[in-house]
């Protein structure tokens, strides 16, 4: 199974970047680099998948170097809204014969006004 | 609104009991999986489910099934209750191809109390 590391918590002010890095050194070829946003009591929503390189949509943008083994999710001006707690995923399989695609704990952002 | 409806919101329930809780999923979804999440926890699969048929277990508790009918709709059966089954009871689909990288929709959770 692909491990994920990423930081427990974060704060960030409104109107700043924030960027989220996960580690995951022994991701496969097949994998992909997933992550979900999940505020209290709700349950997480996809925002941004990515293979290699570079992917941005309305919401984030996702930067994965070449090797891999690390990404970055990119949140550009923060409100108080996106405080939540951010997951990385690496995998190709949720459930599956493999079932590699496992949420940890991840990472609580904390945006202060 | 991610299109998976889960019910009840709710559900207080002494030791010892059983419930059901009931997943539909989005329309044209195949794959239902199930997630538990206790206070502090991260997410922890129980169950998938493809187009009727089990397809994986994680850490799910042999007082606990699941299955999903003909109509794609899936129930999750807790039997047996304890304190520590008091958790928010997640429910997500997806297109569902087995072994394609997917995207899943979350239902806004069950969430369950044993008192």
């Known amino acids: 199974l692909a491990k994920t590391t990423q930081p427990i918590s974060m704060d960030s002010y409104e109107g700043q970047e924030v960027n989220i890095t996960c580690s995951h050194n022994n991701i496969a070829t097949n994998d992909y680099i997933t992550w979900y946003q999940q505020f209290p009591s709700q349950g997480p929503r996809f925002i941004i998948q990515?293979?290699?390189t570079k992917v941005t949509n309305e919401v984030a943008s996702l930067f994965i170097p070449a090797d891999r083994k690390s990404s970055t999710l990119s949140l550009p001006r923060v409100s108080l809204s996106d405080t939540a707690v951010y997951y990385c995923l690496v995998g190709d399989d949720y459930g599956g014969s493999q079932g590699n695609l496992i949420f940890g704990k991840g990472t609580k952002l904390s945006v202060k006004p | 609104d991610s299109g998976v409806t889960q019910t009840p919101k709710h559900l207080i329930t002494a030791t010892g009991q059983r419930v059901t809780l009931r997943c539909s999923p989005r329309s044209g979804d195949l794959s239902v999986y199930w997630y538990q999440q206790s206070l502090d926890q991260g997410l922890q699969f129980l169950i998938q489910y493809y187009n009727g048929e089990e397809r994986a277990k994680g850490n799910i508790l042999e007082r606990f099934s699941a299955q999903q009918f003909p109509d794609l709709h899936s129930e999750l059966n807790l039997s047996s209750l304890e304190l520590g089954d008091s958790a928010l009871y997640f429910c997500a689909s997806s297109e569902g191809s087995p072994g394609m990288n997917e995207k899943l929709f979350f239902g806004s959770g069950t969430q369950l109390s044993v008192l």
């Open positions: 990515g293979y290699k």
